[in-house]
């Protein structure tokens, strides 16, 4: 018999933790700061936001931290092995996009129709390029 599970957090690695924080907040809605942690001896700073209906996000920033390689789009990401994106349901999926690509996001694939009839999805990355899909499930 399985056992109970709820998901808990995604975390994603970060250039600048104050300017993602700022834009995951002002953009996706993750206002509240539910933890911040320091390593100082590392370089590193995280903050763990929320949303007001309790989805969370950790950032962290390691000081002199790269990223290994980019992708163009979503099947770019699937040549390398691992998390390849994070994705969060939306109601309104056209309004997010927008939203998102006028605050800075990059576009990455358009609105369009999702294999399951009636659903929805796009892809976008955040400032930094960390790729994020949109889904709008079927009603």
């Known amino acids: 018999m399985p056992f109970p599970i709820r998901f808990h957090h ?4 970060v250039a600048d ?3 993602q924080q700022r834009w995951y ?9 539910v933890e911040t942690f320091e390593v100082p001896e590392a370089g590193v700073r995280t903050a763990v936001v929320q949303t007001a209906d ?3 996000v950790e950032l962290i920033e390691r000081a002199g931290s790269t990223r290994p390689e980019t992708f163009t789009d979503p099947m770019d990401a699937l040549r390398a092995q691992g ?4 994705a969060i ?11 998102l690509t006028g ?3 990059q576009p990455v694939w358009p609105p369009a129709d999702a294999v399951q009839a ?7 990355k955040d400032p930094e390029g960390n790729l994020i899909e949109l889904v709008q499930p079927t009603v």
Do not use: I, K, N
Request: no cysteine; hydrophobic share 45%.
């Open 83 to 86: 998390y390849g994106h994070w």
């Open 25 to 33: 907040a002002e953009t996706l809605g993750f206002t509240e700061v």
């Open 17 to 19: 933790l104050d300017a």
């Open 118 to 124: 009636g659903a929805r999805f796009a892809y976008v």
């Open 10 to 13: 995604v975390s994603v690695s």
């Open 54 to 56: 309790g989805t969370r």
């Open 103 to 105: 605050a800075g996001a």
């Open 89 to 99: 349901e939306v109601d309104d999926l056209d309004t997010v996009y927008a939203r």
